[in-house]
């Protein structure tokens, strides 16, 4: 197989980019070109860029900061600079090991009707340390299964450790945009496997770093990601509609709506008193469609921290 890679990397942090573009650069497989997109990030992304000297890397710099509004249409954007017939989009803190695309371009040979693959994730801390790896997954499994893993919690993951096959990718519109990113990544993947179904490698070949500066380590945007998983659960039912399963539906309906909850209590405990009182005076708005329950919960937890926080 000599067909070309496209790797992209849509750079506005720049503590960890250095390490991500080289994992990239070191990959066994050759045949790859490198797209940085800068999202005309305040931080100095060009000096890190340039300290490579590799004829495989092509850089744009956005004229303003798309992901601030709307981070998939970002990703979108370095998809449409990708020439190669294997798109990855790999975050600017994550790192792939040496072998990430020989491997999954492998499975790619082995499953001609697929279009999506993946690899284990191994997690890091900002320091390095390791924190959890993803649990395995059979070599395939159906879009349906994939569904009932995630909102079960049997299963993780980020963006970073899928390679598509870029022409089907572009045929299904790319990525698809919720409020912050917030379950962009979950509902993009479901969209692409639920046909043809996701082979996954046993091996971990990814590394996601948790450093603590990610939207999913940040403590804000309680409002919109409260949005995203409203729009995530109609998003499901729409592709639940007309699953023939009715037994499997149900099953993953039950769990979701579970998972939800659960959801919503962290979200209120983590938010801010002015978020979650918001949030209770318009908790039956259709955006948000939060229960009471949950507001009870929450609040004899924020009661705990705030009294252990004076104490």
């Known amino acids: 197989m000599n067909q070309l890679v496209s790797v992209v990397i849509p750079a506005y942090k720049s503590a960890y980019l250095f390490d991500a573009i080289s994992s ?6 050759k045949n790859l070109e490198l797209i940085i997109v800068n999202d005309d990030s305040p931080e100095d992304i060009t000096s890190i860029v340039e300290s490579f000297n590799d004829p495989r890397i092509r850089y744009y710099i956005n004229e303003r900061n798309i992901g601030a509004l709307d981070l998939v249409k970002n990703w979108n954007l370095c998809l449409s600079y990708a020439q190669g017939d294997f798109f990855c989009l ?15 371009l492998g499975l790619s040979t082995k499953y001609p009707q697929n ?14 340390k390791m924190i959890r790896i ?32 870029r022409d089907y990718l572009l045929s299904k519109g790319g990525f698809v945009s919720f409020p912050k990113a917030w379950c962009a990544d ?58 023939v399963n009715r037994e499997m539906s149900d ?28 949030l209770l005076i318009n908790h039956n708005k259709k955006e948000y469609n939060i229960p009471l329950r949950c507001f009870v ?9 705030t009294k252990s926080y004076n104490q």
């Open 24 to 29: 990239v650069l070191s990959q066994t497989y």
């Open 251 to 278: 099953i993953i309906n039950q769990a979701r709506d579970e998972r939800i909850n659960k959801i919503y209590f962290e979200y209120l405990g983590q938010s801010s008193w002015i978020d979650f009182l918001f």
């Open 134 to 165: 993803y649990p395995s997954s059979p070599e395939w499994i159906s879009g349906i299964d994939y569904m009932l893993h995630l909102v079960n919690g049997w299963q993780h993951q980020t963006i970073s450790e899928f390679l598509y096959r």
């Open 297 to 305: 919960k929450a609040f004899m937890r924020k009661l705990s921290f």
């Open 115 to 128: 279009s999506v693959f993946r690899c284990r994730v191994k997690v890091i801390d900002k320091l390095g």
């Open 90 to 104: 790999l975050c600017d803190d994550d790192m792939m090991s040496e072998t990430f695309l020989e491997e999954l």
């Open 186 to 243: 979950w509902f993009s993947i479901l969209n692409l496997v639920w046909r043809q179904g996701l082979v996954t490698s046993s091996k971990i070949l990814m590394t996601f770093r948790d450093s603590g500066i990610n939207i999913s380590s940040e403590k804000k945007y309680i409002r919109e990601k409260i949005i995203a998983q409203n729009i995530f659960t109609e998003r499901l039912n729409g592709l639940l509609k007309n699953e």
